[in-house]
């Protein structure tokens, strides 16, 4: 099993900044709130939308935007623990939380479970080589 580890690292890397990516379309939500609090939607719209929908939008694109990029960067992190050979616990909750997102964090997350509680690894982790 220790052979994976190099793998599962560059996999941590790549869905981390995958992850951060689609964080950006959180942004949608936030310039959707900007849009609608606008003095432009106010003065052409016989119907305006009530005031407080676009702040609403705006921190609700805004909140989903942090949270989304700090778990990028925590699998991301977890890639470079994996690396190093430190803080298995961390990477192990960072695999459970890719668990939650179907189809690519569960298989990233299964596979990493699989390796990071294999014997093999938990030796690797304790002698502390740094993988090549």
Known sequence: MKQHLPTLSILHYVYGALVCLTGFA???LLGLGVFLSS???AQSADDAPPTWLG???QA???ALFVVIEVWGV???LSGYWIAKLRNRTASIIAAALCLLSFPFGTALGVFTLVVL???EA???YEQGRVLA
């Open 39 to 41: 003095d432009l939607v």
């Open 60 to 62: 609700f694109g805004m």
């Open 122 to 124: 938990k030796v690797e």
């Open 74 to 76: 925590f699998i991301i």
């Open 26 to 28: 959180a942004l949608f």
């Open 55 to 57: 702040g609403f939008f």
């Open 117 to 119: 509680t294999n014997d």
